[in-house]
């Protein structure tokens, strides 16, 4: 079982949106009984909150399901739990890192950097560009899926 947390400022936009676009991508690869997804945030500002209605918009024209859900913070005992964790942007990675301490199994990556390309991916809630975050998202699951499966 390859146990995978994506991370994001408030687990209501780009985490979630890559939480079940990952839980698809696996699906659709027979695969979904090897990993087990979830996502966190970093800050508590939304904590309880369900998915942001800009990503269940594109998640609906996208054909990808999703379940309604609350918001949780990242914690530390995380780290253990986790095979693969991933942060969407700089500001996310710092947090990661002082939530987790330090990364001595080399867990922690940017998403992006499974698509060949060590950047963030914009906030939606910020930029209101959802098929951009959502073509960031898509590249980083499908470019980690087919790393996970070398």
Request: net charge negative; glycine share 8%.
């Amino acid at each position: 079982m390859t146990n995978i947390l994506f991370v994001c400022h408030g687990n209501i936009c780009r985490s979630t949106m890559a939480e079940f676009v990952m839980k698809d991508i696996v699906k659709k690869a027979g695969q979904e009984g090897e990993f087990y997804i979830q996502s966190r945030a970093t800050h508590r500002d939304e904590l309880g909150s369900d998915t942001y209605w800009g990503t269940k918009e594109k998640l609906d024209k996208e054909g990808i399901p999703y379940t309604k859900r609350k918001a949780t913070l990242m914690t530390k005992e995380d780290y253990d739990k986790y095979d693969y964790i991933l942060g969407m942007d700089d500001e996310n990675m710092h947090y990661i890192g002082r939530i987790i301490g330090s990364d001595p199994d080399k867990k922690v990556y940017m998403l992006m950097d499974f698509a060949g390309e060590h950047r963030s991916i914009a906030d939606p809630w910020y930029t209101g560009n959802f098929d951009a975050t959502f073509n960031d998202v898509m590249r980083g699951c499908q470019g980690l899926l087919k790393h996970i499966n070398k």
